[in-house]
């Protein structure tokens, strides 16, 4: 016993002291685990990183800490513990200057966006980075970030089927990085990634020859992307379907589909089995076939209710980020008039009669109520052309337009899906049965279905008209 206590404090001395530069060998380690997809290995890194960080109150530390935590959780799909993380990080440019991983931050965002299908909005924060980027000092940094950016870009309209826009941010791309005097792992990636999307945008095209060029051309890329190369495989995949050497096709997406399951690529993974399924089909191979289609089927499932979970959680960001520049722009003005009203009652004492003011204030006070008016009918009209197009962002237009709307809803009833929500709004909009089926692409009899459904989730009754009761949410307390 006795030796033990001599030697204890030895003990104590002897272990290993959180340092900066520790701390740093293990942010290097954490890119590693992510280009290998070990995303749940990267989370368990970052979290410890980030407690030993905030132990020796190391702002870089914490830092790139929460960015991984966020880009990880954004790979898993888990967009609500992704977004906490980004939000965790926003303070800590306080302490560190570091723009590079501010953009990065919101390059984040963007996937995060496109994840539940909100292109429009990614595309606009990566394209609001664009000016940033270019005024980065160090060369290679700045090469990076913009090829990252408009690779993003492209992948977005990849997305939205606008192949002509994917193709153009594309070959900005490549003729981005052709500036870079010194071609390094970072940006032989990129180069990779957004080669392989160009071949994707012309096989949509139908134009296979240009889609095989691409491949060709990513293949000669000097960098191995090690379980992501599923995408080259699932490429290489489809031109074979295309042109009918269906054996070559399958052995393709046999080799995608082992990748993409190794970094649980899910998305990928369900849409490379209705590839292959429907190869099987073609050779008549039914057995393959049921199989593969089973396999979609069930993670198609699971990723739909993944997606609907993610759009209600995401809402309230989206609508919390375009209510920051309304805030700013809303104080200014308010500054503004306030300085103006001070100016003009003081010409006004001096100038004009009482009567005469009076008179004034109540014009300023009819056109500031007509302006109002006008505001509202134009976010109202918006909103209602979102609906008709089911346009994804109605959901988050309509939260900022009607802010109390869904929070009144989810009081009474907590569990509303973000269907049910979107359904309620529609509701609220005053859409008959017939729109809401022609809108929403279901039959009447469905849309009369989800309304009983709601009166029983939401306790109306049979003899009060829902859609009053829609109207008449925001009064009740």
């Not at 924060?125 to 005024?135: E, G, S």
């Not at 691409?214 to 995408?231: R, T, W």
């Not at 500054?335 to 008179?359: C, D, E, P, Q, S």
């Not at 009899?445 to 003899?463: A, C, E, F, G, Y």
């Amino acid at each position: 016993m006795k030796f033990f206590i001599f030697f204890f404090p030895l003990l104590l001395f002897a272990q290993p002291k959180t340092t900066p530069k520790a701390i740093d060998e293990r942010l290097k380690k954490s890119n590693f685990l992510l280009v290998d997809g070990k995303t749940d290995d990267m989370i368990t890194l970052n979290l410890s990183v980030l407690k030993d960080a905030k132990s020796i109150d190391y702002p870089k530390g914490r830092l790139y800490a929460y960015y991984n935590l966020a880009l990880a959780f954004s790979m898993q799909y888990k967009y609500n513990k992704s977004n906490y993380y980004l939000k965790l990080m926003e303070p800590e440019f306080k302490y560190m200057d570091d723009e590079s991983q501010e953009i990065a931050m919101n390059v984040v965002y963007s996937m995060n966006y496109r994840g539940i299908k909100m292109y429009d909005e990614a595309i606009k924060k990566l394209k609001k980075n664009l000016i940033p980027a270019d005024h980065i000092k160090n060369d290679s940094t700045r090469y990076s970030l913009k090829g990252i950016l408009l690779t993003q870009i492209t992948r977005n309209y990849i997305e939205k089927k606008n192949y002509d826009s994917a193709t153009h941010y594309g070959k900005s791309v490549i003729q981005e990085l052709k500036g870079a005097k010194k071609m390094d792992i970072g940006l032989n990636t990129n180069l990779k990634i957004v080669t392989l999307l160009l071949g994707e945008a012309k096989l949509h095209q139908n134009k296979i020859d240009s889609a095989e060029f691409y491949l060709k051309s990513a293949q000669s890329v000097p960098i191995q992307l090690g379980n992501n190369e599923f995408a080259a495989f699932k490429l290489s995949g489809q031109i074979h379907d295309a042109r009918k050497h269906y054996d070559s096709a399958v052995t393709d997406y046999e080799k995608a589909i082992e990748l993409a399951a190794k970094i649980k690529n899910f998305r990928k993974l369900a849409e490379l089995y209705g590839l292959i399924s429907a190869v099987h089909e073609k050779t008549g191979q039914s057995g393959n076939q049921k199989k593969y289609e089973l396999k979609y089927n069930t993670l198609n499932d699971s990723l739909r209710k993944i997606d609907e979970n993610n759009l209600k959680d995401t809402v309230g960001l989206l609508v919390e980020e375009k209510q920051k520049p309304l805030e700013y722009r809303n104080n200014l003005l308010f500054y503004i008039i306030l300085a103006g009203i001070m100016g003009t009652a003081v010409i006004v004492f001096f100038v004009y009669k009482r009567i005469r003011n009076k008179n004034k204030v109540l014009n300023v006070k009819e056109q500031e109520a007509q302006e109002l008016n006008q505001k509202l009918n134009f976010a109202f009209e918006e909103v209602i052309l979102l609906a008709k197009k089911n346009d994804p962002e109605f959901l988050a237009r309509f939260q900022e337009v009607y802010p109390e709307f869904f929070p009144k809803l989810l009081k009474i009833e907590p569990q509303l899906l973000s269907t049910e929500l979107k359904f309620c709004a529609l509701l609220f909009l005053n859409f008959s049965t017939k729109d809401i089926a022609a809108y929403t692409f279901v039959q009447p009899q469905s849309i009369q279905t989800r309304k009983n459904r709601l009166r029983k989730k939401l306790n109306i009754t049979s003899d009060e008209d829902i859609y009053i009761w829609m109207q008449n949410i925001t009064n009740k307390a």
